[in-house]
């Protein structure tokens, strides 16, 4: 299990009971809208939520539980579920936002934080969460599109998924890949003939207005990615974005001085920490030979149980679907100058997405993680967009 696959799975439903003993449909968890005087609860409860892996990972959100979902759209909301004593046992977090959709602009919801506390899983608790995220998202619009990402390999979500009451039928539309890039060897840039394809800076103020223009005009074509229709929108997602400032956008000119793409590299620590829960004897023995060598290749250390992961997380992928070249470009000049400060890079494409053609050279190295990316709606008609084969966009950082 990759620190990436661990940092999802935390994210993902509880296991649910066996076939001979289905979990019960209706049980008293009063479930209500979480305020800023859970925080305390909310974060307890990620962090009692740890995935057994190798290396276990644990996301912690502290200091502020709601960073994160601030962050998925125009609206949100978390709901908490709690047992008779009023200790919140079960949250759920939701979020309307403006998405491009077969090529328009349109309104969709997203369903995501689905955590039950282990001493309360098989008891209804998920069920009572899911009525009520299907009750909010009706109110916004029967029809309205709902977005749920699943990480592959989590047995308990998919029999979730299909055998639940509580949830309409979901449609799978694509899936993105998360490749977790270890940043241990210092790469070489490839070049077409003495020079590169491209100059890569870091972004400034002077290249807001370009970066906006060119998202619109490469990400309508990947359904569900975030429409950002002006300056002031891009400008005010990263102000509230902890840890992420403008200057953490590489971009890519062409000797024209064009901009031909970018992506954000996102220390998300000031919002949520991967800590190292425990080491299996596979995950001591990689933590001894990268340790091993760490040092003399001037890479970073891998902690040790009860220590944070240092790692940046790709956001805002931005490149027309002919630039894969210049995302490989982008990626190793940068993973040579977060050398030394962070262990691994996160990135995530559909595989459908030419652009993933770009992270060919890094595939001996990286290991995936694949998530499913599922649609409904409410009263259940939405069943996909209309261009199936279009690839997703879907901003895995903020899982």
Same mark, same amino acid.
Request: aromatic content about 6%; hydrophobic content about 45%; glycine content about 8%.
């Given at each position: 299990?990759?620190?990436?696959?661990?940092?999802?799975?935390?994210?993902?439903?509880?296991?649910?009971? !066996?076939?001979?003993?289905?979990?019960?449909?209706?049980?008293?968890?009063?479930?209500?809208?979480?305020?800023?005087?859970?925080?305390?609860?909310?974060?307890?409860?990620?962090?009692?939520?740890?995935?057994?892996?190798?290396?276990?990972?644990?996301?912690?959100?502290?200091?502020?539980?709601?960073?994160?979902?601030?962050?998925?759209?125009?609206?949100?909301?978390?709901?908490?579920?709690?047992?008779?004593?009023?200790?919140?046992?079960?949250?759920?977090?939701?979020?309307?936002?403006?998405?491009?959709?077969?090529?328009?602009?349109?309104?969709?919801?997203?369903?995501?934080?689905?955590?039950? $506390?282990?001493?309360?899983?098989?008891?209804?608790?998920?069920?009572?969460?899911?009525?009520?995220?299907?009750?909010?998202?009706?109110?916004?619009?029967?029809?309205?599109?709902?977005?749920?990402?699943?990480?592959?390999?989590?047995?308990?979500?998919?029999?979730?998924?299909?055998?639940?009451?509580?949830?309409?039928?979901?449609?799978?539309?694509?899936?993105?890949?998360?490749?977790?890039?270890?940043?241990?060897?210092?790469?070489?840039?490839?070049?077409?003939?003495?020079?590169?394809?491209?100059?890569?800076?870091?972004? !400034?103020?002077?290249?807001?207005?370009?970066?906006?223009?060119?998202?619109?005009?490469?990400?309508?074509?990947?359904?569900?990615?975030?429409?950002?229709?002006?300056?002031?929108?891009?400008?005010?997602?990263?102000?509230?974005?902890?840890?992420?400032?403008?200057?953490?956008?590489?971009?890519?000119?062409?000797?024209?001085?064009?901009?031909?793409?970018?992506?954000?590299?996102?220390?998300?620590?000031?919002?949520?920490?991967? $800590?190292?829960?425990?080491?299996? #004897?596979?995950?001591?023995?990689?933590?001894?030979?990268?340790?091993?060598?760490?040092?003399?290749?001037?890479?970073?250390?891998?902690?040790?149980?009860?220590?944070? #992961?240092?790692?940046?997380?790709?956001?805002?992928?931005?490149?027309?679907?002919?630039?894969?070249?210049? #995302?490989?470009?982008? #990626?190793?000049?940068?993973?040579?100058?977060?050398?030394?400060?962070?262990?691994?890079?996160?990135?995530?494409?559909?595989?459908?997405?030419?652009?993933?053609?770009?992270?060919?050279?890094?595939?001996?190295? !990286?290991?995936?993680?694949?998530?499913?990316?599922?649609?409904?709606?409410?009263?259940?008609?939405?069943?996909?967009?209309? $261009?199936?084969?279009?690839?997703? $966009?879907?901003?895995?950082?903020?899982?």
């Amino acid at each position: 299990m990759t620190p990436v696959a661990a940092a999802n799975r935390s994210q993902s439903p509880p296991s649910q009971p !066996s076939a001979t003993k289905p979990e019960p449909l209706v049980r008293i968890w009063p479930t209500r809208v979480a305020t800023a005087s859970d925080n305390q609860a909310l974060m307890e409860l990620a962090a009692a939520c740890p995935m057994q892996a190798p290396i276990s990972i644990c996301v912690h959100r502290a200091p502020d539980f709601f960073a994160l979902n601030r962050l998925e759209g125009v609206r949100w909301s978390v709901a908490a579920a709690e047992n008779g004593a009023g200790r919140i046992v079960g949250c759920i977090a939701l979020a309307v936002r403006h998405a491009w959709l077969d090529g328009e602009a349109a309104e969709i919801a997203y369903v995501s934080d689905l955590k039950v $506390h282990p001493a309360y899983r098989g008891q209804g608790v998920a069920n009572a969460l899911s009525l009520w995220a299907r009750e909010w998202c009706r109110r916004v619009r029967p029809d309205i599109p709902v977005v749920i990402a699943v990480l592959g390999g989590n047995k308990p979500m998919e029999r979730r998924i299909q055998t639940s009451r509580c949830m309409p039928p979901l449609t799978t539309v694509g899936t993105v890949r998360v490749h977790t890039i270890p940043l241990l060897f210092r790469r070489r840039l490839r070049t077409n003939g003495t020079r590169p394809a491209a100059r890569v800076a870091r972004a !400034s103020r002077e290249d807001l207005e370009e970066m906006v223009d060119l998202w619109g005009k490469a990400m309508r074509s990947r359904q569900l990615s975030t429409v950002i229709g002006s300056v002031e929108h891009m400008d005010s997602w990263i102000e509230r974005a902890s840890g992420l400032e403008l200057s953490d956008y590489w971009i890519a000119r062409d000797g024209s001085g064009r901009l031909l793409g970018y992506l954000a590299l996102w220390d998300q620590r000031p919002l949520k920490q991967l $800590h190292v829960e425990a080491l299996t #004897l596979r995950g001591a023995a990689i933590r001894g030979t990268v340790n091993a060598v760490a040092p003399i290749l001037g890479a970073a250390r891998l902690p040790g149980s009860g220590h944070q #992961l240092a790692c940046a997380a790709a956001v805002h992928v931005c490149l027309p679907p002919d630039r894969a070249k210049i #995302l490989g470009q982008i #990626l190793t000049i940068a993973c040579n100058e977060l050398r030394g400060r962070y262990s691994f890079l996160t990135i995530g494409l559909d595989p459908r997405d030419t652009l993933a053609a770009g992270l060919r050279r890094f595939r001996h190295a !990286s290991l995936p993680t694949d998530v499913r990316v599922l649609v409904t709606s409410p009263d259940g008609r939405f069943t996909g967009p209309a $261009h199936p084969t279009w690839p997703v $966009h879907f901003e895995t950082a903020l899982v």
